[in-house]
Structure formats: C-alpha cells, structure tokens
C-alpha cells in the first residue's frame, strides 16, 4: 500500500533558526512529490513539485529535496509566517491521485 | 489568481439531513478531487474525475455518498442521510496534468 509518513508532527522554532522536516514515502513508482503548504482555515497551497533523486527546488526561505526514499523541506532563518502545516503527497505513475501525509505543524516564534 | 471555490463554508446540520457541498473549478482544469480532512485521518481522497468523468470514487462510502459533475464549471458532493461521523472539512482540489489547487473547503458539522 502506498504510504507517506512525515516527521515531525509538530516543530517549534525561533526565528532565524534552521530546521528540516521529512517525508519518507513507499509509492510504488513514483511520478512526483509534491509539498503544500496549509493555514487554518485554508486549502492547502502548492509549493513545489520534484520529479527524481537529486532534484532541488527553492523558493524564498524554502528548499525542498529528493532522494529515492525521502524528501525533505529545508528552511532557512524561518520567520513567524513562515508558521503553517506543511503536507507532503505523493503520486503513483500512470495515475494523477495524490497520497497525502498527516503534515508537520510549524511554529516559528519571534 | 484563479482560485477554486466552495460553497458553503461552513455547515452545520442535524444527523440524518441531505447535505449538499459545491465546487467550481479553475477555468481550464480538467480534473477535480474531492478529499476529505480529518485530524485522525489527514487528507483522504473520495472521488476525482476528468473532463467530467469519474474515474475513481473508491474512497467514498457508496451507500450515502454521491459526486457528480454536471457541467464543467460545477462539481458537487452529496451525503444523504448524514451521520456524527461524516464531520470533517471537506476539499474540492482542479488541475490540469498537475499540481492540484485547493479551494478553502466545506467545514462540516453533523449534530
């Protein structure tokens, strides 16, 4: 079964001090891994894609990562907007359905 | 920005009553996913369809729940009778090939 597993649940920070989160997945040949980015009471916004091993993507204070097992959302000297749920999804080749993780829930105090 | 909208936001019903959820998609988007969040369960997918079409609603209890596109710019979700359980928020997501974009949801409240 495919499956996306992030960690970690919850992660505080204060501002300016870097951090990772990861998303290890078991997608049986995986087409794209995608990360989102969600407020309360919001949808979930687009990020980035990243399609093989090695890929990098960056945008502001974000970099996301891919590795054959795992990817990972760098952010550097966060900031209190930087605050959100952070989900991970991947999906199957062939297929356009997305299999979502339960997020990492970042705090990031000023 | 295009955005996806839903309707209502927010509801609040009686066990047992028809509740309807509607969705428009970004103008162009061929697809649209309809996923349910909950803190339990995160976000699961019910149905999505292209160009129309569904393609996949395994995700869905078939007994009391129906999706439908009935034109290009107009998805719904229906439970009907609704129960305790089926609180959640609720998602519609469009696309054309990917990223999905995701409107703001249906808050769903089953008393």
């Known amino acids: 079964e495919d499956q996306v597993t992030q960690s970690p649940e919850a992660l505080r920070l204060q501002e300016g001090e870097s951090s990772s989160l990861n998303c290890s997945y078991t997608?049986?040949?995986?087409?794209?891994l995608f990360w989102y980015r969600q407020d309360p009471g919001k949808g979930p916004e687009f990020l980035f894609t990243?399609?093989?091993a090695g890929e990098e993507k960056e945008k502001e204070r974000l970099k996301a990562t891919l590795t054959k097992k795992e990817s990972f959302l760098h952010i550097t000297a966060p900031k209190p907007e930087d605050s959100a749920t952070y989900l991970c999804a991947g999906s199957q080749g062939g297929s356009e359905k997305l299999v979502f993780g339960k997020g990492t829930k970042l705090t990031v105090n000023p | 920005d295009a955005r996806v909208t839903q309707t209502p936001r927010h509801k609040v019903t009686e066990m047992g009553q028809e509740v309807t959820m509607r969705c428009q998609p970004i103008l162009g988007h061929n697809t649209v996913f309809w996923y349910r969040q909950t803190m339990m369960q995160g976000l699961e997918l019910l149905a999505y369809?292209?160009?129309?079409?569904?393609?996949?609603d395994s995700g869905m209890p078939k007994d009391r729940f129906s999706a439908e596109m009935p034109d290009a710019t107009l998805a719904t979700l229906k439970i009907q009778p609704s129960e305790p359980r089926d609180s959640a928020v609720y998602f519609c997501?469009?696309?054309?090939?990917?990223?999905?974009?995701f409107g703001d949801g249906t808050r769903l409240s089953i008393l």
């Open positions: 997501a469009s696309g054309f090939t990917q990223p999905q974009h």
């Open positions: 369809f292209r160009n129309r079409a569904p393609l996949d």
């Open positions: 997608v049986s040949g995986l087409r794209g």
């Open positions: 990243l399609y093989s």
